[in-house]
């Protein structure tokens, strides 16, 4: 099978093309290099270009007859997307568009998309099920939701298929050593940390102290990167055997407080760094914990890194490389 991903030189999606390379799959990544690295990309064919370029797109679906697409290559800093709502409605969902339509063209049927927590907002109830209002609080989760309803339109009209996953905190780093999280600038809470546990940060901060949570700082839901790749594989093989257009809720169904990773870290890496108390990070919810029984009973999606510390040790390997 020909699997094309998009977006497959940054974090999650090079993490992605590893696992389809080692499953037998043919695969061609499309990514234009603003946030992915080249050397990130460790199979396949890489193609450097951007959803933006419809000429591009053209080339690669005459050329090429994929079997699915999958889709990594959105802008993430939820504060950013706030601050530059253009960039992220013309990258996370125009150029989205593109994707699809060219899909469509082409007679490609099969599509993951890379969906987010962020779309259900403030959440009403905890655990998170694929049931909970959507009601996003920023352009970066308004984009992503825009994305699933343009999905479902798609299958009605043009009988795309689509899985959308929707990610909780996407974390740690590939067990063998030889992939990890390089965003730039950083903003994820793990690498953060273990990068004041490694000397290359004075401190962490800790936005915020003061919640509704048994030690004042906010829970989360950290998923493993690879436990992820599996889901996207599972669900693209439900796609394949003829299953219909849906969406997933990924995490591990454990919250975590922003303390109890710094404890971790420090109790993983031996080292006592040092920690400052700051304020409150606009946006943040309380808590953001997945209900994922949908994927487990459907997918038969098990995580096998789903303890904490397993996370912390493979993003702390990759840390010290
Ligand atoms: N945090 C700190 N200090 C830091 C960085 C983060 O205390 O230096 C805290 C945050 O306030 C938050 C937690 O650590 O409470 C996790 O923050 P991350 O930035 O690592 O992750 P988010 O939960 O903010 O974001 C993740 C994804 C987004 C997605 C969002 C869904 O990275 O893409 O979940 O709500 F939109």
Not at 3 to 19: D, E, R, W
Not at 204 to 233: M, N, Q, S
């Amino acid at each position: 099978m020909h699997v094309l991903v998009v977006g497959g030189a940054g974090y999650i999606g090079s993490h992605m093309v590893k696992l389809l390379c080692r499953r037998g799959c043919e695969v061609t990544v499309l990514d234009n290099l603003s946030a992915g690295r080249r050397d990130a990309v460790v199979g396949g064919r890489f193609v450097l270009g951007d959803l933006g370029e419809l000429d591009v797109l053209d080339d690669l679906f005459g050329a090429n007859r994929f079997d699915g697409v999958m889709h990594f290559a959105s802008h993430i800093q939820v504060g950013e997307s706030v601050q530059e709502p253009a960039k992220y409605y013309r990258n996370n969902v125009f150029k989205t568009q593109h994707l699809l339509d060219a899909m469509v063209s082409h007679r490609t049927r099969c599509f993951i998309f890379s969906s987010t927590a962020a779309i259900f907002g403030e959440p009403i109830r905890i655990p998170i099920d694929e049931d909970h209002p959507k009601n996003p609080i920023n352009p970066y989760g308004r984009g992503k939701w825009m994305v699933e309803q343009m999905l479902q339109d798609y299958d009605i009209a043009y009988g795309l298929k689509a899985v959308s996953l929707r990610y909780f905190n996407a974390a740690g780093a590939d067990p063998e050593g030889e992939l990890g999280e390089c965003h730039d600038p950083e903003t994820h809470l793990i690498p953060l940390v273990l990068q004041a546990a490694s000397g290359r940060r004075p401190h962490v901060t800790v936005f915020g102290t003061d919640y509704d949570t048994p030690d004042g700082t906010c829970i989360r839901d950290y998923i493993h990167v690879t436990d992820l790749c599996e889901a996207h594989w599972l669900a693209l093989q439900r796609l394949w055997d003829g299953g219909g257009s849906t969406a997933y809720n990924l995490g591990n169904g454990n919250g975590f407080s922003v303390q109890e990773v710094i404890d971790a870290a420090r109790a993983v890496t031996g080292r006592n760094f040092s920690v400052v108390h700051g304020e409150r990070r606009p946006g943040d919810p309380a808590r953001l914990v997945a209900d994922s029984r949908r994927a487990r009973t459907e997918l038969g999606w098990e995580p096998r890194y789903a303890d904490l510390t397993m996370i912390v040790e493979h993003a702390w390997r990759w840390e010290v490389r």
